[in-house]
């Protein structure tokens, strides 16, 4: 049973278009994330399946019913039955926290009281019921309004970059106990996101959007493994990337190995790139075979729980095109010292050069 | 993926085929506009008929009199106004002296007192007869009037005077606003470049407040084009004096409207000139840098002259006319309440909750179905249902009665014939009448108030509660007018104090025998009984206080940087 449908989705603002013949399915009590950089159009999305936005061309079915249709008058917002959580968390200034929660609630019953109850003490807001939200910390803030979403039963619900708006210390707490409530009450999401790594963490089902488009959808490990292009390959975190052209045996000759290229003709440029975390180093001797790539150390940073190093090649060093490794835990070589690295080919994806898509 | 179409099958579609539905607001937001404007174009409807040949007699007699008169009057107060305005304006953001702080919010008290009220205490204690004059010929043995010099209260020069001292606030206040907002750092640079004080306001200061200024003057203008009580006080023969002439001795509305065309064209002008202003203050932003401003200490003999060139506008402007009307309240309170007083202002009361009800109500539907629906129809429907506050009363007062005027002989006719039975005059010459009025006049407050304020609510608090399952009309009922209740209050106040005052206008629409409290005191000064009436004047200029309360809050709170 699908949750959310949205099909052929096309929007514009003016001249600019927003969205170009979007299509997106969530199925029954799963979260799926909108990831994509600004400006891809993803709140825009959102926005019309809430019907905060007009649809102008597509549908839009939550449940068993479609709400919104291409020339036939849509269901009003008030109608849909959708919970929707903003970034600004867009609490109502004048009213409690306990009014806050209990606004969209229209048919007030005891059930639904002690899951309120109960839910605010879950989240860790005992005591602050009859506090405004003006006297709440951002967490708190967040709590209430993914609160206040949630308690009028809404059939699915939309998260508009939840946890943008709070420090980085706070954000991971938060975020899985947003997730537990969800796995919870079952809820049906869309969330959307520019932070990869929350993606990964909250998602079933990862849909990638660029530019008005949804470039790949899958669970973050098959996106994680296999991305379609570049740019979802590259949304994970900085990237190495070379240049080459495929030879006649049907692979590419880079500094960091060669890399069997399949299907694709010789003589064709391509871009390779490796991933930081596929760079690994060859830390102790006698670690055993493979690691033949050698390279110069540049610097050496480490960032807790992760070392990151700025290699070059050290017959042709490039220092405006490093290359960066991230290797667990502590691994401080000198710089100027040279390394041997083994790279993970998992972690080494091909890709027409050029292409964003 | 399935497709959707096997997910609808179940209950076939909720949605309607889509017909164009008029929609509730825009509807409602173009009748409301439509009603306001009626009045406006009905004056140049009215002026367009035949008149009798009055308008040849009037262009060859009285008008070019009239138009002279107004121009004179016009600029003699803008001028006043914009000395007295922008001066204390920039003495007391730039400087320091005694008193500033107290200045800063008392210079606004002038707004309390209307301008006829300030013209009979005036006339009372400069007259011939008055106590000035009297202790002035005491003192130096002078007989009668052969044997010195006294101004002639009772002129042009006068009432020029007389409202420069009641305006200059308006001036005063978006020239203050405008000294605040300019960068420090673009004064400073004037200082470093060597200029003088007087040479960095002149050549800097000035023009980057000029737009703010500008707007100030335009304004203080339409108050003077649209008062009544002064110039018919002065015997200055203004258009407004003009209409009420023609309207009520020679018995011509039509003679009127025109004269009142004529007046249009001045307003124009002078809204013209306004947005203009307006727009322009736009570029004259230089920066958002907001530090404490550099004050300039200024020498002792300077910083005195400084709190003298405060104090007098207050001193002429508020405070003398609210002590001697107190005097006169303090003598002659008995026979005010023994007389009709507490009627009058039971009326004036009444006739200013009423449209301060109905204007907040308006004011807020047009706002809130502009934010619904954000179209170029509607944006106009409400820039032209705000004009009002630019037409003179009287202008306003010919628009309104004419048509319903009409209105009631149609209706009357109808009934009539089918009846038998005649119904009278029930729509003009009714409260009715002067309530539309006021709406039409003062809609501009209570919408342009109203529609900032509700700009301050983020759009997401409105999808907040749609999402949880409010409608648009549920939503501002328990979402913005909570979060906007400091400014409906202002905005019914403001309204309220204005109808109180208004005179022009309820001169001419009200029905046989209603007074108010500013057309009683009116009709008392001129009949040289100001003492008598003085508590209504009194009751006047306290209601007025409260918008001054209100704006001087609002003054101590807007200085950036606060000290």
Known sequence: MTGLTMQGISHSFGHQQVLDNVSLQVDQGLVACLLGPSGCGK???????????????????????????????????????????????????????????????????????????????RMGLLGFADHYPHELSGGQQQRVALLRALAPEPSILLLDEPFSGLDVTRRAQVREQTLNLLKETGHTALMVTHDPEEAMFMSDQLLVMDEGRIVQTGSPIEIYQHPVSAFVASLFGPINELSALVGNDGSVETILGRFPVPGISAGTPVNVLVRPEGLHAQQSSGAGSGYDVRLRVVSARPIGRSTHLRLVDENNPDHENAFHARIPGLFLPASGETVSFHIDESQVFIFHEGTRQ | MTKISSISAPG???????????????????????????????????????????????????????????ILLMSGVGIGTLLIGTGTAWLVTMCRFPGRRFFEWALVLPLAVPAYVIAYVYTDILEFSGPIQDFLRGVFGWGNRQDYWFPEIRSLGGAVSMMTLVLYPYVYLLARAAFLEQSVCVLEVSRTLGKTPWQSFRQVAFPLARPAVIAGVSLVMMETLNDFGTVDYFAVATLTAGIYDVWLNMSSVSGAAQLATVMMTFVIVLIGMERLARRGRRFHHTGTKYSVLPDMQLSRPRAWLATLS???????????????????????????????????????????????????????????????RDTVVLRAAARVASIGYAVPGAVLAIGVMLPLTRLDHAINDTILS????????????????????????????????????LGKITANMDGASRTLGRGPASTLLRVHIPIMRSSVLTAAILVFVDVMKELPM?????????????????????????????????????????????????????????R
């Open chain 2, 12 to 70: 076939g579609s909720t949605l309607a085929k889509m017909a164009w539905r008029p929609d509730r607001w825009t509807i409602g937001a173009l009748v409301t506009a439509l009603l306001i404007t009626g009045p406006i174009v009905a004056v140049f409807v009215i002026a367009l008929a035949p008149s009798n040949g009055i308008w040849a007699h009037l262009s060859s007699t009285v008008l070019p009199h009239y138009i002279w008169t107004t």
């Open chain 2, 506 to 562: 309820t001169m001419l629409l009200r029905p046989f025998n209603f007074e108010t409290l500013a057309t009683y005191v009116h009709q008392y000064a001129s009949d040289e009984l100001l003492e008598e009436s003085a508590l209504g004047a009194l009751s006047i200029v306290a209601a007025g206080i409260i918008p001054v309360i209100i704006l001087s809050a609002a003054i101590t709170r807007s200085r950036p940087g606060r």
């Open chain 2, 418 to 453: 089918l009846t038998g039975f005649s119904t009278g005059l029930i729509l003009s010459g009714t409260v009715f009448a002067m309530v539309l009025g006021y709406l039409v006049r003062f809609l501009a407050l209570s919408f342009g108030t109203l529609e900032a304020s």
């Open chain 2, 310 to 372: 405060c104090a007098l506008p207050i001193v002429f402007g508020f405070l003398t006319p609210a002590l001697v009307l107190a005097d006169y309240s303090l003598d002659f309170y008995e026979e005010t309440l023994a007389g009709d007083f507490l009627i009058y202002m039971r009326n004036s009361l009444a006739l200013a909750t009423i449209s301060a009800g109905i204007a907040v109500m308006i004011g807020l539907f047009l706002a809130y179905a502009i934010r619904l």
């Open chain 1, 43 to 121: 709140t825009t999305l959102l926005r019309i399946a809430a019907g905060l936005e007009p649809l102008q061309r597509g549908r839009v079915g939550i449940g068993e019913r479609i709400v919104a249709e291409t020339g036939l008058a849509e269901l009003p917002p008030e109608a849909r039955n959708v919970g929707l959580m903003f970034q600004d968390y867009a609490l109502f200034p004048h009213l409690t926290v306990w009014e806050n929660v209990k606004f969209g609630v229209t048919t007030p019953s005891q059930d639904r009281n002690a899951w309120t109850a109960a839910a605010i003490e």
